[in-house]
């Protein structure tokens, strides 16, 4: 529990870091946000007007501070783009985002740990060079190109999947807001025809981001397995008679998943935030497109609110894997 | 027994006609320089080659069981609860996120020497047994957190856990101060005397060997040389390696200057050899010497040599 709040403590320097550099960020990007709110016909007055509005005619100091005056109290602003708060705006789009990452990055791990490990265990095997050859393809893939394909193969020619329009299709309507993933809310309120809806419309999305990250975690994973299985303590695991199971899930597979849970937090942040082609492909309501939508327009609020929420996420995300890490490995406990 | 590795560049013949024998109760001890095939002797024995390596001939019979062409399954029931290996290197060789009772526990949980709920105990009491102090703090520390010598002790534990038949001790006492050494191989004896356990004691260091061992076994570059009783073998070696290997060793009231180095390395296995790998570095080497195959003499009972001139 010492470890989390020192955790927590050291991560604080670095959110304030990105307040600022948001903050400067924005402000540095060109385009006149006055002027594109106001629209290609506005006088030289009606835009000043609304600069004023904006509090953008004050001094960068004083911009700052009313900018941190408002985190405080919880206010990222309004969004020009879709007039409705960057907060409320966020609390929507951002569950649709982390349904669709964690599916995928579930499903990528699903197939890439047995993957790797199965590799590893008959290194140079059919299996072994079958595993390289589909992972390095699915690397190789911009992954808004395997979307395309999955939707052309699946839905346009068998008709499979439903079409790529969201969440969900236009007759369901949303189930009732609990943690946000329409999956999961839609079972909670007792409403499986909706449940079953919502993983049709996940899962070509989710497969597409899933081939994208199985192939670093299937190779990580594999390197570390072989490392460890040549490694001094299995053999004495494998001399003491233990059965094979024992020594290749107890002893080998939890020291080797070290360097991929480090991994798997890279590819999360990563996922959930560079997923914008995949959302666009399945226009997936998400904070990727968002965000995109937003910076195109000059929007500057919701394009800080993202990189603010993406870096908390990012800092949660670290802590989680430091905790994890103090699980899996006592010597990290000790020197903490 | 014969085992042969293929490396990159061609293969080498790492045992050729390795053969000894181990009676129950009794210790034996294999002694050469590096490189001589000591520890894939025990690997071999064990059944935990590396995978390039390959017994090509040859078998290892314990009781009944030829370790060599055993099923894996029968291998994996085998080892630990009959055939037992210590390793060097007790540092790595122990699973370093796991805590040393659960390691212990692991092997007697597998092995159900003993009913389960005794299993802790049983674990306090290895740990006693190779005098760890305060055993009970310990079976909860991880191999980080101990030294050397006590991750050795721990080895030591895992591998008696199960009270084997056979124990394969590589070089079990390196690094250990003098009087835990001695503790630990007073151990081994009692062990040894009391379930009727027999010993391979791998070790260059002879000294060692003369003081534990009731059999002695020479090997060099993969072939044995001589195999007799501790004491003929002390007494009169009959090998010329043997003999060399006994005038390099230090002994108390001789001179440094009396220390005679053997000429030569171990020759390089991957080439075409002699029928006797030690003629290169031989002083009483002749032209048969070149003759196939290498004679297996025995100057006495129970005392052979591999050798067309011996001492």
Redesign the interface.
């Known amino acids: 529990m010492r470890l989390v709040g020192r955790r927590l403590a050291l991560a604080i320097p670095g959110l304030v870091g990105v307040v600022v550099v948001t903050f400067l960020l924005n402000r540095a990007l060109p385009g006149d946000p006055a002027a594109f709110f106001a629209g290609p016909a506005a006088t030289k007055q009606a835009i000043d007007e609304i600069r004023v509005k904006l509090g953008l005619d004050r001094s960068l100091p004083e911009q700052f501070l009313y900018y941190v005056r408002d985190l405080g109290r919880g206010n990222l602003g309004t969004s020009l783009t879709t007039g409705q708060s960057v907060v409320s705006d966020l609390v929507q789009r951002l569950p649709a985002s982390l349904e669709l990452t964690l599916a995928g990055l579930a499903l990528a791990v699903g197939v890439a740990l047995p993957v790797g490990v199965f590799a590893a265990t008959r290194p140079g095997s059919w299996i072994d060079h079958v595993a390289r050859v589909v992972t390095t393809t699915g690397v190789s893939l911009p992954v808004f190109f395997t979307g395309l394909l999955l939707v052309y193969v699946f839905y346009y020619l068998l008709g499979w999947a439903p079409a790529p329009l969201g969440r969900l299709d236009a007759f369901a309507s949303a189930p009732r807001t609990i943690t946000g993933f329409f999956t999961i809310d839609a079972l909670l309120t007792g409403q499986p025809a909706t449940a079953g809806a919502a993983v049709r419309q996940l899962v070509l999305p989710a497969v597409t981001l899933g081939i994208f990250a199985m192939a670093p975690i299937a190779r990580m994973t594999r390197a570390a397995m072989l490392g460890v299985l040549s490694s001094d303590f299995i053999r004495t695991a494998r001399a003491a008679g233990l059965a094979s199971r024992t020594v290749l899930f107890t002893y080998a597979f939890r020291n080797a998943m070290l360097p991929v849970v480090t991994l798997l937090g890279m590819i999360f942040s990563f996922l959930l935030g560079a997923n914008v082609l995949v959302e666009k492909v399945f226009a997936w309501p998400g904070i990727g497109s968002y965000a995109l939508e937003a910076l195109i327009a000059s929007d500057y609020a919701p394009v800080q609110g993202f990189v603010l929420v993406m870096a908390t996420i990012y800092v949660l995300l670290n802590l989680a894997i430091d905790v994890l890490y103090g699980v899996i490995d006592p010597r990290v406990r000790i020197e903490a | 027994m014969c085992v042969e590795f293929r490396t990159r560049h061609g293969v080498v013949r790492a045992l050729e006609e390795v053969r000894f024998i181990v009676r129950r109760g009794e210790t034996v001890g294999i002694v050469g320089e590096s490189g001589s095939g000591k520890s894939v002797t025990a690997y071999a024995l ?1 059944g ?1 080659l590396d995978p390039a390596a390959r017994v090509t001939d040859g078998r290892a019979v314990f009781g009944g069981l030829d370790l060599l062409h055993a099923s ?1 399954q029968e291998l ?6 009959e055939l ?2 210590i ?1 060097q ?1 007790p540092r ?7 805590t040393v009772g659960r390691q212990i526990e ?2 007697l949980l ?2 159900q020497t003993v009913p389960r709920a005794k299993v802790r105990d049983r674990v306090i009491e290895l740990l006693t047994l190779v005098q760890i102090p305060d055993p009970e703090r310990r079976a909860r520390a ?1 191999p ?2 101990m030294s050397g010598g006590m991750c050795q002790r721990v ?1 030591i534990a ?2 008696i ?2 009270s084997p038949s056979l124990l394969v001790a590589d070089e079990p006492t390196t690094g250990l101060d003098v009087t835990t050494q001695a503790a630990i191989l007073d151990l081994l004896d009692e062990l040894a005397r009391t379930t009727g356990m027999a010993t391979v004691l791998i070790s260059h260091d002879l000294g060692l060997i003369a003081e534990r061992c009731d059999r002695i076994v020479v090997m060099h570059a993969g072939h044995v040389v001589e195999e007799a009783p501790a004491r003929a073998m002390f007494a009169g070696p009959r090998h010329p390696y043997t003999a060399r290997l006994l005038a390099s060793t230090p002994r108390v009231g001789a001179k440094l200057a009396e220390l005679v180095p053997i000429p030569g390395g171990v020759p390089d296995l991957r080439a075409e050899l002699p029928p006797c790998r030690y003629r290169a570095r031989c002083e009483r080497a002749v032209a048969e010497c070149d003759e196939p195959p290498l004679p297996r003499t025995q100057v006495a009972p129970g005392h052979l040599v591999a050798c067309r001139r011996p001492l």
């Open positions: 064990m935990i894996r994996e029931a085998y080892r630990g609860r037992a290996m390793f290197s790595t060789a122990l699973n370093p996120i796991r692991d092997v597998r092995h991880y980080f957190e080895m895992l591998a856990a199960a």
